[in-house]
């Protein structure tokens, strides 16, 4: 959480952007979108979870990953002793594209340029752990692959501010849902998320 900035300020922030993309046209996902889906949760534990973007059952709700690989993310969180309400969970793009294809560029661009990086900007993350290979690209080199570097903690420069994020890409758990190794393998990624923030408090 930003030093010094109370939580009803931090909480009021927030509330400003998710208003602001609630009413968004700045690309063309709004034209299909039920609700927008800004991202929820709490800037106290300094834990974010990234998406790529909202799903059928996100639009229909307004809120991220509550579909089936939402469940798997609460049932991760849950095995590392987190609740989900105590860290923000959110995404690259805020409205769904249309029939689940991935975000364009232009779309990723102007939607972080506009809300993800001022959203983090006013969480100060201990932690960002991107879920799938989107997500990560939002702040890892396009060179290197998830298969590669998922699990593995990044220092990386916001473009905005100039401050550091750690970030630690992960797979996506909608990767996992019917791969049993899959699973697996982001499990061990999730296990070292209490890990890594104790090194990082000492
Ligand atoms: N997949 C995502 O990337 N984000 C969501 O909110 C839901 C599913």
């Known amino acids: 959480m930003k030093e010094g900035v109370s939580k009803h300020n931090i909480d009021a922030s927030l509330l400003d952007i998710a208003n602001e993309i ?3 046209e700045k690309c063309p996902l709004f034209l299909g979108r039920l609700h927008a889906v800004p991202g929820e949760g709490s800037a106290e534990s300094g834990i974010v979870f990234i998406g790529e973007g909202p799903g059928k059952e996100e639009d229909k709700r307004g809120k991220p990953f509550v579909g089936a690989a939402g469940k798997l993310l609460d049932e991760m969180l849950a095995e590392i002793g987190l609740k989900r309400d105590s860290v923000f969970i959110t995404n690259i793009v805020k ?6 294809r991935d975000p364009e560029p232009d ?9 993800l990086w001022r959203q983090l900007e006013i969480i100060n993350p201990k932690i960002l752990i991107t879920l799938g290979r989107h997500a990560m690209h939002r702040f890892i080199p396009a060179d290197k692959k998830i298969s590669v570097v998922h699990g593995k903690l990044f220092r990386l420069k916001s473009p905005t501010s100039g401050k550091t994020f750690n970030v630690l890409p992960q797979y996506h758990p909608a990767a996992a849902l019917y791969n049993g190794g899959m699973r697996g393998i982001l499990m061990e990624d999730f296990k070292k998320i209490p890990r890594i923030l104790k090194t990082l408090s000492s």
């Open 107 to 115: 779309e990723v661009r102007v939607c972080t340029e506009s809300y």
């Open 22 to 24: 609630r009413g968004c």
């Open 95 to 100: 409205c769904r594209p249309p029939g689940n």
